[in-house]
Structures are given as structure tokens and as C-alpha cells.
């Protein structure tokens, strides 16, 4: 009898799900089958270079987005702009780099490249609008349809989109790209709804807010794609994030004014408590618990 192959898992399906055992092969054969199953398995989780989707997955994205919007107006008003987008070019460069060389998902390098998104995709939307002159509707509009050629362009190449199956090589350079344009969307939106469109800054986290809750609603409540779920909850938490960030340090559009430094300042200690947290608690980790 020609004992199944385990292969290696187009989306987010488990080993053990992938490799069907019948109950009518030989107890012993069954076992040797669910033994290599279960072993490719837990190979396959220690290669995934990102966390599993919990709620600290969620809290950490959303403050990083609040993070990166806070700090990068903060270094682009107090030194000079240009200076500012060529340091953050530089440190989203080195923390790529760093995430791209690691073999496996590492919490504090996982999340500084994030942070550095954040910080220079921010950056990069507001180059597009205050250097370039780019209304915030054109921007939004570019960035989605950026985003939108990436989605196909992975789909096309991978078979899925899925986040549990992110390794090392091209499905982590298409993840690290969408990472990147959802982050320029999401600025580009965030100051759109804002500014624009006049809702201010404590409108839009409520706008925001419930399109952050439709996906998991769908999800749970009428069976929406898991994938595009992510993907939609995603991208929102970018706007949601960055409003968070400019009501609480802007002194207009209805903020508070307390300043983007001291803002900045407070995400960062809680960015950087909870990813020592995950680092030495491995709850991001599934079977790690």
C-alpha cells in the first residue's frame, strides 16, 4: 500500500487536515501516517515568519499604527522633512533586512519592521499630498489601486493570500509589499476622512471603529472569507490607528493637543512591553500557549 505523501499547504489549511487518513488503513500505518503529519506540521509552524492572529496581534497593529503616524509627524515637523523621510527610508530598510535574514518569526524584529513601516509609510503619504501637492481622494485612490494590483499579483503567483502561510522567500516579500501600501493607504484615508471630507479627527475614529468590527461580524455571523476578513480588518486598523494617534497629539480638527513627542512616547513603551511580553509568554505562537 503507497503511503500518503505529506505536501506542502497551499493556504491556511493544517498538515493534519491536508492528509486524510482512512479508517481503513492498518492501526499501525495510521499512526506512522498521523506521526509524519504531525511532525511536518510543527516544521511548517516554526518556519512561518509571522505572528498567529490574536487579539495582542491586533492590540500591538494598532498601536504601531498610532505609533508610526505620531512619530512621523513629529521628526518631519522638529528637523527637516528631507532628513526626516531619508532616516525613515533608512531604518525601514535595516529592519526589513533584518526580518528577511531571520529564518523564523522573531516578536521584537517582527514588530520593529512593522513600526517602521508605519513610520515611513506615513511619510510617504504625506510627501504625496504636501510636497507633491496630491489631494488626499487622488492618493487614496492611487494607494488602493497599488494595493489591489499586489493582491492579484500574489493571488496569481501563490494560489492564496493567506498570512498563516508566510515564509521565507516570495510569499514574504508579497506580504512585506501589501504591509506597505496598506500603510500608505491607510494614511491617505485617515487624513481624506479628516481633513477633507471635515469629520475631524474623533469622527473618524468612530468611522473607522465600526468598519474595524464589519469583517469580524461577517466572520462570525454570515461565514465571510477568512482571508479577506484579515485582509479588510487590516488595512482599516491603519486609519483607525492614525486618527487614535492625531486626536490625541493635534491641536486642531478637534485633537487634544497633548503633542505628537509625548504621544509617540507613551505608544512606544507600550509597543515595546508587549512584544517582551509575547517574547517570553510565546502566546503569538500557536500550540505555544
Not at 145 to 151: D, E, P, Q, R, S
Not at 267 to 287: A, E, Q
Amino acid at each position: 500500500m503507497k503511503r500518503p505523501t505529506p505536501r506542502f499547504p497551499p493556504d491556511d489549511v493544517s498538515q493534519s487536515e491536508m492528509l486524510p487518513l482512512s479508517d481503513a488503513l492498518p492501526p499501525r500505518v495510521r499512526m506512522r501516517a498521523e506521526q509524519r503529519a504531525q511532525r511536518m506540521e510543527r516544521v511548517l509552524r516554526a518556519m512561518r515568519k509571522v505572528p498567529e492572529v490574536t487579539a495582542y496581534f491586533w492590540i500591538i497593529k494598532l498601536l504601531t499604527t498610532a505609533m508610526g503616524e505620531s512619530s512621523s509627524d513629529y521628526l518631519v515637523y522638529q528637523i527637516n522633512a528631507y532628513v526626516a523621510v531619508v532616516l525613515g527610508f533608512l531604518g525601514l530598510a535595516v529592519a526589513l533586512i533584518l526580518q528577511l535574514l531571520v529564518r523564523r518569526y522573531i516578536p521584537w524584529v517582527y514588530w520593529l519592521a512593522v513600526a517602521m513601516v508605519a513610520v515611513f509609510g506615513t511619510m510617504a503619504a504625506d510627501v504625496a499630498h504636501v510636497v507633491l501637492g496630491i489631494p488626499y481622494l487622488v492618493s487614496t485612490v492611487a494607494f488602493a489601486a497599488a494595493l489591489a494590483l499586489i493582491f492579484v499579483i500574489w493571488y496569481l503567483s501563490e494560489k492564496t493570500l493567506s498570512i498563516h502561510t508566510i515564509y521565507r522567500g516570495r510569499r514574504e516579500l508579497f506580504y512585506w509589499a501589501t504591509v506597505m501600501a496598506t500603510f500608505a493607504l491607510g494614511t491617505a484615508a485617515g487624513d481624506l476622512t479628516a481633513a477633507t471630507l471635515g469629520l475631524g479627527y474623533f469622527a473618524s475614529i468612530g468611522l473607522f471603529a465600526v468598519l474595524f468590527a464589519l469583517p469580524a461580524l461577517g466572520y462570525w455571523l454570515l461565514g465571510l472569507n477568512d482571508v479577506a476578513a484579515f485582509w479588510f480588518a487590516y488595512i482599516v486598523t491603519r486609519p483607525l490607528g492614525a486618527s487614535v494617534a492625531d486626536w490625541l497629539g493635534k491641536a486642531y480638527l478637534g485633537g487634544l493637543g497633548l503633542g505628537d513627542d509625548k504621544v509617540s512616547l507613551v505608544l512606544t513603551v507600550l509597543i515595546v512591553g508587549l512584544v517582551g511580553y509575547l517574547t517570553i509568554t510565546r502566546k503569538d505562537i500557536k500550540g505555544k500557549r
